[in-house]
């Protein structure tokens, strides 16, 4: 009897651990964020949308892939609203791992992989590519722990690097904080993942976000996302954010990890000053107008 109840103890123990994988969406699903690898010789600038999306799948040495194209707006890569294929991803889920295969290649990488413990090195695409090269070689595992979207748990892997600032994190099931082909891309103002969105319903960071591109960018709103300046960040104290003088007053939100409105407030034209004292310490997403930022408070 002992035996039985100690096999069915660790059969459910099994069963549970399978069932916390949360496979990342290989169908009708669109990733929306900011700024980007197109953004890398102009780091200040995040003015850029992109919409990457699941198109369908495809053959390539003889494994299926799932093809993903950008739509990016607005227009500074001759790219615009008309769709540009990206690459194409795979997923072993047995393993705990997303491959990719990038434009105008066959070469299969390493994208995600939630197998990971706690002292490893993170093995991805960037680091095969860039190895050696703007820090992306020693990032280091140094905590996993889960947030709940939509009610469903989701476990978080945070990264360090050996560069001053180097680190983020990536979601089971969702992508990076950074955008879906860019897990290690680390510079806060070049890349944000705004938004997921599966079976045309929004699922990431929340069920009722706003996950759509801009049609278009009026000249307020276009002075707006090339001049915005954010600093210090990190911070512990205050915020100083810095519009055109021309702008208009402009609602801006904080948002924290899981989703929920923290802080609400309007800004103007020229100097602003936030005080985000009563802040907790972690990640924040700062949203202004169609620009969002990693906000980070200690």
Request: glycine share 6%; hydrophobic share 35%.
């Amino acid at each position: 009897m002992k035996n039985l109840f100690f096999l069915i103890l660790l059969f459910a123990s099994i069963t549970v651990a399978q069932a916390q994988y949360k496979p990342l969406p290989m169908q009708n699903a669109e990733w929306y964020q900011d700024g980007g690898i197109a953004l890398l010789s102009c780091p200040t600038c995040t003015f850029v949308n992109y919409k990457y999306y699941t198109d369908g799948d495809t053959l390539i040495n003889a494994q299926t892939y799932v093809k993903i194209k950008k739509i990016e707006v607005p227009n500074i890569n001759d790219v615009s609203l008309f769709p540009s294929y990206t690459g194409a991803i795979r997923q072993d889920t047995l393993n705990k791992k997303i491959y990719v295969v990038l434009t105008d290649s066959t070469t299969e990488h390493i994208l995600y992989d939630f197998s990971l413990h706690v002292g490893d090195t993170i093995n991805s695409v960037l680091h095969t590519l860039v190895a050696g090269h703007l820090g992306f070689n020693t990032e280091t595992i140094y905590l996993i722990d889960t947030i709940q979207v939509n009610g469903n748990d989701h476990r978080v892997f945070h990264f360090q690097g050996s560069c001053t600032g180097n680190g983020g994190s990536y979601i089971e099931g969702i992508g990076s904080e950074f955008g879906l082909l860019f897990p290690n891309l680390m510079d806060m103002e070049e890349s944000h993942l705004n938004c997921l969105k599966i079976n045309n319903q929004p699922y990431y960071p929340y069920a009722n976000a706003n996950c759509t591109l801009p049609n278009t960018i009026s000249v307020n709103n276009l002075d707006l996302l090339l001049d915005i300046r954010v600093f210090p960040n990190p911070t512990s104290e205050s915020l100083s954010i810095s519009l055109p003088e021309n702008n208009l007053k402009t609602e801006a939100f904080i948002f924290n990890q899981t989703g929920k409105e923290v802080l609400r407030f309007n800004l103007s034209g020229g100097d602003n000053f936030l005080d985000v004292s009563k802040l907790g310490s972690g990640i924040y997403l700062l949203k202004i107008d169609h620009q969002t930022l990693k906000l980070i408070k200690n």
